[in-house]
């Protein structure tokens, strides 16, 4: 008998452990290294059944436990210090609060959340991103509302079958169970929001909380009496279904989200944020809701009211592929966006804001460009490979002047670094922060550090024990006896997790077997491989690519050094991160967008060896682990599948193995350890989501806020000149003309420090000098005649002769050697980010 709904009963606490509640209930717990550890102490053993779960742990123990821990003074104590220390947390200034012209709130919009394994909303690396933006938030004072949906499923549970088949479990979750509160309103009833869909049918969503230190999270819930049991299921999985059942979700996301913020602020007083950031596209349609609420409340135009939202709005693109945007039929978008749904919209308006080269598709990450002045990647090689994959917005344009910037990806240290590290830094160097620690300090010994790498990978590889002991005994009813001594705690331990997309080549190491066989079982420098990861269900490749390596690593003469852990969540990658000594990643490059799992190992002092893709390419140093060469893009794929995996097994057998197990008289590999200590002082404090997050304020956040407030100052005068400016000039831009071009000074072949004079003729057509810039662009000449190393020189308006005008501009040589220059008008006007912004310009005609 299967039940189709569960609830849960919370333990009633006795009075003097009240404020446990209170520890529990607020989710700073997951990366509050002393809180955790008085749940710990609770019941260990209840700690590690519930999944490091505070709230299920206090049902487990029973109420004899609890009474047990009532009558303990000392840890009545504890609890109500670690309470008054949550009190001030909570309350005092930070970091934020030092600042000047920064926005008052920010909503930022995910369609996944990963905060801890006890509150299972996210599937990979964007909703792990996003949740250690919101706890980097809350530890700096960035008044940040995160909005996502509750998924009744969350992401699925994984499990390897015996013939190594991925099987996906999908349990209800209960959320009166999990770490949140129902917003309600002050009659007691449950807040909801509503919207439109087609068939005069609504859909209800109910908002659930979760208080993340600081910061509040609502997550949208359509599991609910209001709705019709079809449309109950609309936030049932994530990433689950297509077309309509996908469609619907990112309306909710982003148009519900929109109206949840309005009502969080209505019930609470919370201000209404004064910028919006949209993490990935999926969250692109709260542009489009915004946009509405302009015009049906305020009285805007379409492009007035499109102005006002771009301003306030950051985008950032997580995905390096085409195929990993989110794209819809043009049709079954038309017939959701009706005037029921977003009263006032002209919806071809909305559709053109999606268009891309099919005029069938909807695409997702053009509607995030477009409704965002500010956008980003989320590392500098994939800023570079966004501009790439978006230039055809702005014609005419070299793409490294295109407006995607780039914010690198950062990691929540203090999630993510081991206990045993913390306790090290706080032992020797005085702090549980491993970011601010001198590591090459005298005061850490090699000893110490060695001692706290291998107690590290003695952890995980007793936590793969654990794991594969309970596989098997799941499908074959009983653990076979070589699980105890499967992983060998003193041998190189190299460790892959992620997920399980084909680009990201899980099988790569499985190119030449007998080799790797060698590697794993070498006499004197064995290796051995920890390795997890899920693909997504309806990915029959990738889960061919699990199994491959599944059956590789049940072969009897490799099973003790390759392991495949099942089922890879936040709770597993807290225990694995630490105890690798090398993290592998080998991507095909440049598909990385950053790939933040060598960021948290890096926190624990693990070396990276990989391909120098996503953040590898910028940090890599030489001394902080390897780099595995890239074959050419253009090479056929299984020549260079095999470049590429002969060179990973180079270095792991002569460069990485080596320099592990070489020991000096005290048994210490003190080139390693010198290793481990200019990781962790180097890459500490830049892989840190603070200092991810201190870009996006000083960046991204502040400069969108302050446009916002100028666009909507005095009724909204300064968005409606942009929008009528930016009318203007796509109406007539066209007819601009650079009629003619001079340059004095080059009579003779001058020399560096020369000054020449550059004179252009422009006839604009009516248009107003101070409407454009009119610049010249100098740089080296390639063969083909294109430019490099480009410099612009604005030229100034100097006369009008006849129907042109005249404009000139002095410009210093620098440099010797052979250069090319053109001249080109461009758009300007104070509320624009960027002179590219309109994809607007008019060059010289040679």
């Excluded at 012209?101 to 996944?112: G, Q, T």
């Excluded at 090689?381 to 690198?408: K, Y």
């Excluded at 300064?718 to 009528?724: D, H, I, K, N, Q």
Aim: proline share 5%.
């Amino acid at each position: 008998m299967r039940a189709i709904r569960k609830f849960t009963v919370r333990t009633s606490l006795p009075e003097r452990l009240r404020r446990l509640e209170q520890l529990a209930s607020n989710l700073r717990w997951s990366w509050h290294e002393p809180t955790r550890e008085l749940f710990r102490e609770i019941s260990l053993e209840g700690w590690r059944a519930t999944g490091h779960d505070p709230l299920q742990l206090l049902g487990w123990v029973g109420t004899e436990r609890l009474g047990q821990l009532a009558a303990d003074d000392a840890f009545v104590a504890r609890v109500d210090a670690l309470a008054d220390e949550l009190d001030d947390y909570l309350s005092q200034a930070r970091w934020y609060q030092s600042l000047e012209d920064v926005p008052e709130s920010i909503a930022y919009f995910s369609p996944e959340f990963g905060i801890t394994s006890a509150l299972p909303q996210y599937s990979g690396g964007l909703g792990i991103l996003a949740g250690d933006h919101l706890k980097a938030a809350s530890d700096l004072g960035v008044p940040i509302v995160g909005v996502g949906l509750f998924y009744q499923a969350g992401y699925f549970k994984q499990a390897i079958s015996r013939e190594g088949w991925q099987q996906e479990a999908y349990p209800v979750l209960d959320p009166d169970g999990l770490p949140l509160t129902i917003l309600r309103r002050p009659d007691g009833e449950h807040a909801t929001v509503s919207i439109a869909l087609p068939g005069a049918r609504t859909l209800h969503a109910r908002i659930w909380q979760a208080t993340i230190g600081r910061v509040p999270l609502l997550l949208l819930d359509t599991n609910i009496h209001e709705n019709d049991d079809d449309l109950r299921g609309v936030a049932d999985r994530l990433y689950g279904g297509g077309g309509e059942h996908r469609l619907q979700q990112e309306l909710l996301l982003g148009i519900g989200g929109v109206r949840a913020l309005d009502v969080y602020s209505e019930l609470t007083g919370a201000p209404r944020p004064g910028v919006f950031h949209s993490n990935e596209g999926h969250a692109g349609f709260l542009g489009v809701e915004r946009m509405s609420q302009l015009i049906s409340r305020e009285g805007l135009g379409f492009d007035e009211a499109l102005a006002v939202v771009r301003a306030g709005t950051v985008f950032t693109t997580h995905t390096p592929v085409p195929a990993g945007i989110d794209r819809f039929d043009v049709e079954l978008v038309r017939s959701h966006l009706t005037g029921e749904l977003v009263p006032g919209i002209d919806v071809d308006r909305v559709l053109a804001l999606g268009r891309e080269s099919d005029p069938n598709i909807f695409n997702m990450a053009q509607l995030g460009f477009s409704i965002a002045q500010r956008a980003n990647g989320v590392s500098k090689l994939h800023g570079a490979v966004s501009r790439s994959m978006f230039q055809d917005r702005w014609p005419g344009f070299d793409t490294d002047e295109l407006p995607i910037t780039s914010v690198t990806n950062g990691v929540h240290a203090s999630t993510w670094t081991s206990p045993v590290l913390k306790h090290l830094a706080e032992r020797e160097l005085g702090t549980l922060d491993t970011t601010r620690c001198d590591w090459a300090s005298d005061a850490v010994s090699d000893e110490t550090i060695w001692t706290a790498r291998n107690e590290m990978r003695r952890q995980t590889i007793e936590d793969a024990r654990a794991r594969t002991r309970v596989k098997h005994e799941r499908n074959e009813g009983v653990a076979p006896r070589w699980i105890d001594e499967m992983l060998d705690p003193d041998v190189l331990t190299i460790g892959f997790a992620r997920r399980v997309p084909t680009y990201k080549r899980l099988t790569l190491m499985l190119h030449d077997r007998d080799r790797l066989r060698a590697l794993l079982t070498h006499p004197e420098r064995p290796v051995q491989l920890i390795i997890a990861g899920k693909s997504h269900p309806a990915d029959e490749a990738g889960k061919g690519l699990i199994q491959e390596l599944v059956r590789f690593s049940q072969e009897p003469e490799v099973r003790g050094r390759i392991v495949f852990l099942e089922n890879y969540d936040i709770s597993m990658a807290k225990s694995l991160y630490p105890g690798c000594d090398v993290w592998l990643n080998n991507p095909l490059r440049p598909l990385e967008a950053c790939g933040t799992s060598g960021m948290k190992a890096a926190l624990n002092g693990s070396l990276n060896l990989s391909i120098l893709d996503g953040w590898w390419d910028e940090y890599f140093d030489g001394k902080n682990g390897w780099a595995i060469p890239s074959a050419h893009e253009q090479m056929d794929a299984a020549q260079r599948d095999a470049f590429e995996a002969n060179a990973l097994y180079e270095i792991i057998e002569h460069q990485v193995a080596p320099r592990f197990y070489e020991r000096d008289e005290r048994g210490l590999p003190t080139a390693w350890i010198e290793s481990i200590r200019h990781t962790l002082a180097t890459l500490s404090p830049e892989l840190s989501a603070e200092r991810m997050l201190a870009e996006y304020v000083s960046r991204l956040y502040a400069p969108a806020a302050r446009a916002s407030a100028i666009a909507t100052a005095d009724g909204y005068r300064a968005g409606r000149e942009l929008a009528a400016f930016t009318g203007r000039m796509r109406e007539s831009f066209g007819r601009i003309e650079v009629r003619h071009v001079e340059v004095e000074g080059v009579d003779t072949p001058p020399v560096i420090g020369d000054t020449v004079l550059v004179r252009a003729y422009v006839a604009l057509d009516g248009i107003p000098e101070s409407d454009v810039k009119v610049e010249v662009v100098a740089g080296r000449m390639t063969e083909e005649g294109e430019l490099r190393g480009t410099r612009r020189y604005a030229l100034e308006p100097v006369a009008v002769e006849g129907d042109a005008h005249r404009f000139e501009v002095q410009v210093q040589l620098p440099v010797a050697g052979t250069f090319g220059y053109t001249v080109r008008v461009v758009p300007q006007h104070p509320m624009l980010d960027s002179e590219v912004e309109l994809g607007l310009v008019a060059y010289a005609k040679g």
